[in-house]
């Protein structure tokens, strides 16, 4: 069984830094699509980076400073996400799906979800 852990989320100012962690069980991330998602209240959850076979997607709310990296010796997917602003404020999720033989397509779809870390932006 897969299970999806996040960890790292906290409070920070606005221009802060913080470094999000999810870690896998029950496989192994280098078999896994991953992404990860955020979601404040009222709004629709919203994907802020998404990683494919050979490219990643940011959406141009988060590009540039966010990244994600995959640390396969730890089995655990980060999201770097630096210069934050207000709006960033939300329960950031972090989501996987099997690898096909493709690799991880645009379309790959998640099928394990953590259950979110709080990120909170304010002076």
């Known amino acids: 069984q897969v299970q999806l852990a996040e960890s790292g989320g906290g409070s920070v100012q606005p221009g802060g830094s913080l470094r999000l962690s999810c870690a896998a069980s029950?496989?192994?991330?280098?078999?896994?699509?991953m992404a990860w998602w955020r979601q404040t209240p009222g709004k629709q959850r919203e994907v802020v980076g998404r990683?494919?076979?050979?490219?990643?997607y940011y959406p141009s709310s988060v590009r540039g400073r966010f990244s994600i990296s995959r640390d396969n010796a730890n089995n655990t997917l980060y999201l770097q996400m630096n210069s934050l602003k207000p709006e960033d404020t939300a329960i950031y999720y972090c989501?996987?799906?099997?690898?096909?033989?493709?690799?991880?397509?645009?379309?790959?779809?998640?099928?394990?979800w953590g259950r979110g870390t709080q990120v909170t932006v304010s002076s």
């Open positions: 029950g496989t192994t991330i280098s078999d896994l699509c």
């Open positions: 989501a996987a799906g099997p690898m096909s033989g493709l690799g991880c397509p645009r379309n790959w779809e998640a099928k394990y």
């Open positions: 990683l494919y076979t050979y490219s990643d």
